[in-house]
């Protein structure tokens, strides 16, 4: 019998990727493509459902909105003898802003009252009745928490032909695909802590967790606002019925691995995203840089960036490795810098260029921005993984800037002892069954692969 070690390091997982290097910096900054090395071939299982069921359900529109459940959608552009969706009679389809794993999002022109929108629809038909439950419990946790400025608005939902649609406010961009085009300064940095601390500190109170905070699920309005979205993994903590998820592991906390949810998870994920935007850091999915990274133990590449001690010592507290001593949302929203200066200053990323130019002018760093124009891009395609933690080697600048900087008071404390004498170090390997989903896939929580290591660093 194969021991644990043998097939983490079998040829069938890494005769593919041993002799790729990838650097720490995104690919989309140097405007470089990265080949992700290929998955290994392995037997496609399918699943297949009766039509029993989905024959029992109408074929038109129907509403599944909390205030018209059920209640079958009218307009004067909708003919329901007609062999066309309502989706196609009502609305002008202009653009495919992004595509994941399990549903596509569009914008399109409302015919009615001709105001743009974004529409999110299902990729495949619902797959029998958990899974359509599951896709409506999204629709209800967004209703329920759509009332707040930072938080999406969605518009209305409805189901037809056994596939789910949600109609939202449209935004300009993603907050990953704009700093794509300028560069995340650290005053930056505050007001994305400061706008998304209060959509968390709002959802934290409904004692309900996000689950999957990352910068492709923060939008931003043309004035400037920042809104959280995608609520399909949010988890209940006051239903025992909830099966907690696991969302992408780049900014996933390490307590959840041991099925400990809190809404210090929500606090972990946006401190990483954090340092990801500020510094241009490649987060790695798996190996001894994630374990590091949860561990205190960050790149010189990131803490080189970090000039602003406040802002430092701020995002070391919320990526502790103890999620109890995590600061909470009210507590980040109560920072000095934030309750002082950032939360009377204007949006540095409002697409106005001259509200943004004229806060430019007024800060005090001597940053360069790219003009914006207002514009609604595709979605790209998502950073290659950093898989074996390569990264390049720091120049003479980097070195210089890192030692002007006395970080002796900024020691991060100790990691928490592990259960049994070593650490443990966990690496995170989707399943055979992910390899037909792409890059936008979110890796759920299995039980994950433990081995220890000694002093010397080599395996039992």
């Known amino acids: 019998m194969s021991t644990e070690a043998e097939l983490m390091f079998s040829p069938e997982r890494s005769s593919n990727i041993a002799f790729h290097v990838f650097s720490s910096k995104k690919a989309s900054r140097r405007r470089e493509t990265l080949n992700k090395p290929s998955k290994p071939v392995s037997c496609r299982i399918f699943r297949y459902f009766t039509p029993a069921v989905a024959a029992t359900r109408p074929s038109s529109a129907v509403s599944v909105s909390t205030d018209s459940y059920g209640v079958a959608l009218e307009s004067p552009y909708y003919t329901k003898s007609d062999t066309s969706t309502y989706?196609?009679?009502?609305?002008?389809?202009?653009?495919?802003?992004?595509?994941?794993?399990?549903?596509?999002?569009?914008k399109v022109r409302h015919k009615e009252d001709n105001q743009l929108y974004a529409i999110k629809r299902s990729l495949t038909k619902f797959r029998g009745k958990s899974d359509r439950d599951e896709k409506l419990r999204e629709v209800r946790f967004h209703e329920a928490l759509a009332t707040h400025r930072n938080i999406?608005?969605?518009?209305?939902?409805?189901?037809?032909?056994?596939?789910?649609?949600?109609?939202?406010?449209?935004?300009?961009?993603?907050?990953?695909?704009?700093?794509?085009?300028?560069?995340?300064?650290?005053?930056?940095?505050?007001?994305?802590?400061?706008?998304?601390?209060?959509?968390?500190?709002?959802?934290?109170?409904?004692?309900?967790v996000h689950m999957d905070v990352k910068p492709e699920n923060v939008l931003i309005t043309y004035d400037g606002i920042l809104k959280l979205c995608d609520f399909g993994i949010v988890h209940d903590l006051q239903s025992?019925?909830?099966?907690?998820?696991?969302?992408?592991?780049?900014y996933l906390a390490f307590e959840v691995l041991a099925g400990t949810v809190s809404t210090a998870a929500d606090i972990f994920s946006l401190g990483i995203a954090a340092l990801e935007l500020v510094s241009d850091y490649d987060l790695p999915i798996t190996g001894d840089v994630w374990t590091n990274i949860r561990q205190l133990k960050l790149p010189m590449e990131i803490m080189s960036v970090l000039t602003d001690i406040e802002l430092k010592e701020l995002l070391l507290r919320m990526i502790h490795p103890d999620y109890k001593l995590r600061p909470s949302a009210k507590d980040v929203l109560d920072s000095p810098t934030i309750r002082d200066k950032v939360s009377n200053m204007p949006s540095p990323f409002a697409f106005n260029q001259c509200q943004y130019q004229h806060l430019v002018a007024s800060t005090v760093e001597n940053d360069s921005h790219a003009s914006h124009v207002c514009r609604t891009p595709i979605k790209k395609a998502k950073r290659p993984p950093n898989y074996f933690g390569y990264h390049d080697e720091p120049s003479d600048d980097e070195f210089r800037a890192h030692s002007?900087?006395?970080?002796?008071?900024?020691?991060?404390p100790p990691p928490p002892p592990a259960a049994v004498g070593d650490p443990l170090r966990v690496r995170l390997f989707p399943t055979d069954s992910d390899e037909d989903m792409n890059d936008d896939q979110l890796y759920l929580r299995k039980s994950p692969v433990q081995l220890k290591f000694d002093s010397s660093g080599a395996e039992d």
Request: with cysteine.
């Open 87 to 106: 989706w196609d009679q009502c609305f002008e389809h202009l653009e495919c802003l992004g595509r994941g794993s399990f549903a596509e999002v569009y």
């Open 404 to 412: 002007m900087h006395d970080t002796s008071r900024l020691t991060p």
């Open 240 to 250: 025992a019925s909830t099966l907690a998820q696991d969302g992408d592991a780049r």
């Open 152 to 208: 999406l608005k969605i518009i209305r939902a409805w189901e037809e032909r056994e596939r789910l649609y949600i109609q939202t406010e449209l935004c300009e961009s993603n907050l990953l695909e704009y700093t794509a085009d300028n560069p995340m300064t650290q005053p930056m940095t505050w007001h994305f802590l400061y706008q998304i601390s209060q959509a968390l500190h709002f959802l934290h109170s409904l004692y309900y």
